[in-house]
């Protein structure tokens, strides 16, 4: 939520800019800005995307070899140009980005006005560019010393770059909350929200952590604390490349997502199912695995499609583990007073790594002393970092705002996790095992099959194209599936969708059926699919129109629905790896041809680091 990036070296910073704001758009799109410093600062920002702020800047200075640039989703004050980042102190020594939200910034506001300060902005951002223009002229004191005192005051988060006109050899960068990476080149340095803009530079990094405050000179580099104290860099290796980061042909990074799960599937058991087949491996989980067997319930915590993940292990962990399980949303969870126990474990999904409310209701379970594990893809983000355990989910970047190969990712790991505890409590037999984890390996290859019948899924999409509502229905496992194709459909199409539990459409929604109405039922073969047999009657004598999601094979379905889309036989614990494709790819065409923008769906954000 909200990019930043930024350059210090000998190269013109402006290119770098631009593409790195291109690179980060993913995480709001509502406006960008830069600032470039040369003899001046000359700073450049427009309401909407990063192609009219390229546009507006055409005939513009673009000169510099120092400079930050921003790509912002709004919270304080509309989407406009005033509001727009960069944010220019009033006097014009600092100009300043920022990721996060102060969140006493009307105190803030109120005794800089007092103090003479005007404000341009609606926006926080703007109160800490004045804040910190007030104690530098006000204490006479350097750049850095000003940005300190003037951190020590603000309540909330932020990752910041910030620029001042009286030492234009150095960026000042801050973070509390809200993610920053720096690039390490020769005699350069690169600053980003993560590592995608970073990558074709270079491929050594620092995350900064909680509280540190960088001062990059094109040739030194300086980390703090916020109380002055002298840290000494931890340098990483990204395991990141540029074709990870581009859309490799196809027309939309979404679709390009959705046809890599194979692939992201493969790579997240990868080296984890043992090669004979017979064993699961989970490394991050090695230390914590005699406590998290013992757990007597495990709570799990997510927002968006993590939170459908977790409903999905919520099915895979009671029914293979026999361990309790609850599922909530973070921002729920955290502000509702939970019971949490010691005994308790606490499992945390997120893609990013940095959600603000699953980041929030971390620390409460912390506090309780829970057991925290995450199950996050971004390596290096700020979840993993705080918890005691947990497994990558290797998806690769996932840059298309509406999750797709990352849903496939979690469940895979939960999948691992719920093998691997129903085992180790006696509860899966030897035999049902290896047939779980051979079921597993053979997911991929079913998923490409499923892929193959794109066609057929795009021109179901041409005939309701047009439907105001959609209906998803699942029982089970298949349940979360259906919400996720209900949240996939509204994100990209805008179109209204509700997924609900399959025996729950005759309390409610059964009332919208008509034969308008579009409802999508995940009717694939397991023990509930007699029972969705019938509700398939109960819609069609509603004279809804059946879109089924089934078994390959299935000949009951095919007489009564309107459409069948077929899906491989496989475990039914496996059957949301395949269930959830013919969904994402109904959304996919569905948004394309009403004209959406998938990649990047209006008022949404992909990181969604505030609360
Ligand atoms: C946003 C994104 C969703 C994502 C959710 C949780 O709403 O648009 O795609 O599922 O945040 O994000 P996380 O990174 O924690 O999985």
Known sequence: MCGIVAYIGSKPAYPILINGLKRLEYRGYDSAGIALLDKNISTYKRKGKVSDLEAFVEDKNTNGFIGIGHTRWATHGAPNDVNAHPHVSQHGHFVIIHN??????????????????????????????????????????????????????????????????????????????????????????????????????????????????????????????????????????????????????????????IFEQPRSILDTFRGRVVPDMSAIHLGGLLEVLPRLKE???????????????????????????????????????????????????????????????????????????????????VVGSSIPRLTDGGVYTHAGPEIGVASTKAFTAQVTVLTMMAILLGRERNIISDENYKKLILELVSIPEKIEKILTYSAVFEKI???????????????????????????????????????????????????????????????????????????????????????????????IIKEMADHVLEIPYTHEALGPLLAVIPLQLLSYYIAVMRGCNVDQPRNLAKSVTVE
């Open 100 to 257: 996060g939200i102060i969140e006493n910034y009307g105190r803030l506001k109120k005794r800089l006005e007092d103090r003479g300060y005007k404000f341009q902005s609606e926006t926080d951002t703007e109160v800490l560019s004045n804040l910190i223009e007030y104690i530098y002229l006000k204490g006479n004191v350097s750049a850095e010393i000003a940005v300190r005192l003037a951190l020590t005051k603000v309540i909330g988060a932020y990752g910041l770059v910030i620029m001042c006109k009286d030492e234009p050899d150095k960026l000042i960068a801050a973070r509390k909350g809200s993610p920053l990476v720096i690039g390490i080149g020769k005699e350069e340095y690169y600053l980003a929200s993560d590592a995608t803009p970073i990558v074709e530079y270079t491929k050594s990094v620092i995350y900064l952590n909680e509280n540190d405050i960088a001062i990059i000179k094109k040739d030194e580099l300086s980390l703090k604390s916020l109380t002055n104290e002298k840290l000494t860099p931890e340098i990483h290796t990204l395991d990141l490349d540029v074709d990870e980061i581009e859309k490799g042909g196809y027309e939309h990074y979404m679709l390009k997502e």
């Open 295 to 377: 757990a007597k319930r495990i709570i799990i915590i997510g927002c968006g499609t993590s939170w459908h993940a977790g409903l999905v292990g919520e099915y895979l962990l009671e029914d293979l583990a026999r361990i309790p399980v609850e599922v909530e949303y973070a921002s729920e969870f955290r502000y509702r007073n939970p019971i949490i126990n010691k005994d308790d474990v606490i499992i945390a999904i997120s893609q990013s790594g940095e959600t603000a409310d699953t980041l929030a209701a971390i620390q409460l379970a912390k506090e309780n002393g829970a057991m925290v594990l995450g199950i996050c893809n």
């Open 461 to 555: 999409a041409a005939l309701y194209k047009n439907a105001n509502n959609f209906l998803y229905l699942g029982r089970g496992y298949f349940f979360p599936v259906a919400l996720e194709g209900a949240l996939k459909l509204k994100e990209i199409s805008y179109i209204h969708a509700e997924g609900y539990p399959a025996a729950e459409m005759k309390h409610g929604p059964i009332a919208l059926i008509d034969e308008k109405m579009p409802i999508v039922v995940i009717a694939a073969k397991d023990k509930s699919y007699e029972k969705v047999v019938s509700n398939i009657q109960e819609v069609k004598a509603r004279k809804g129109i059946v879109i089924a999601i089934v078994t390959e094979g299935d000949t």
